[in-house]
């Protein structure tokens, strides 16, 4: 009709818990690291028939560095939490590691109705939430990375590809996936622990738990930039060394390669905005 509005999308709201910085020339040039994954969910929901808004609230957790773990109450009318990668140990005690557990278990037992996803140290994290073991390989998966799909992955990225790809940037990785027995008490013994997608060198790369969580190892929103700066920060720090050479050589060379970031964020957001019910 002449002279109407046209409706605005629905947002999907979330919250995101950052446990790291980015580095100075990227926080410089696109902000935090939650303010980096706002873009590209907003490019996600741009795509996204119909199109969705989406609404971030970015809060950085690490006490030590002046960040603060949130209360409970501030995630009222938030669909989704996630959490995001980190150049911290996910199987680490620090105190603020330690408090975000304490808040994702009551976020866990109080909203039934609250989606979870983590990136990298948030994917690990999240399955140590869950009993799940979490270790040190001291081997690098760097880079430019080739994911095997289950069938529960094809299903949730929508494609008929067997493979996606993405930018990695780990030592640490889960072991095997959470299970009843593991959770102590946060999953139900039938709850379906779904894995969907592999690599050479982690066999868990992201988790899936209907209606609860969908995690990915690799980074969505890295591109070639971040992808050199971040690597010059770990050999800065001294946790990428000379015998990681060669990794690191390979992740310079593939960081210009396209990949698949935003159909990985527009799975998480669809899982957000509770579309992927009853996938299996």
């Known amino acids: 009709m002449a002279g109407s509005k046209r409706a605005d999308p629905p947002v999907v709201r979330m919250i995101v818990l950052e446990t790291d910085q980015p580095h100075p020339d990227d926080h410089d040039e696109k902000g ?4 980096i994954l706002h873009d590209h969910f907003t490019r996600a929901g741009e795509d996204h028939d119909p199109p969705l808004g989406i609404e971030t609230d970015q809060i950085f957790v690490v006490k030590e560095k002046g960040g603060r773990v949130p209360k409970v109450e501030e995630f009222e009318g938030v669909r989704g939490v996630l959490i995001t990668g980190s150049m911290y140990d996910a199987h680490g005690d620090e105190e603020w590691i330690l408090e975000l557990l304490d808040l994702l278990r009551e976020l866990w037992t109080t909203r039934p109705d609250l989606h979870f996803s983590g990136v990298c140290f948030g994917h690990q994290l999240l399955a140590r939430l869950l009993g799940a073991s979490v270790e040190s390989t001291g081997e690098w998966e760097l880079g430019h990375s080739t994911i095997h799909l289950t069938s529960v992955g094809k299903k949730l990225f929508q494609t008929d ?4 790809h993405l930018h990695q940037m780990h030592q640490d990785r889960v072991v095997s996936p959470p299970s009843h027995e593991s959770a102590q008490g946060l999953l139900e013994r039938d709850t379906p622990v779904h894995i969907w997608g592999h690599s050479d060198h982690t066999k868990v790369q992201g988790l899936y738990i209907p209606n609860r969580v969908f995690s990915t190892q690799a980074h969505m929103a890295f591109d070639q930039k971040m992808v050199k700066r971040e690597i010059e920060m770990r050999i800065e ?9 060669e990794e ?3 992740a310079v060379e593939t960081s210009h390669l396209e990949h698949d970031g935003v159909v990985v964020a527009a799975a998480i ?8 019910d009853g996938i299996e």
Do not use: A, N, P, Q
Not at 32 to 35: A, F, H, K, P, R
Not at 269 to 276: N, V
């Open 269 to 276: 957001l669809r899982f957000f905005h509770f579309e992927d």
């Open 248 to 250: 690191r050589r390979k």
């Open 32 to 35: 935090s690291l939650g303010e």
């Open 161 to 164: 590809s067997d493979t996606v």
């Open 237 to 245: 720090s001294g946790s990428i060394k000379g015998k990681d050479e």
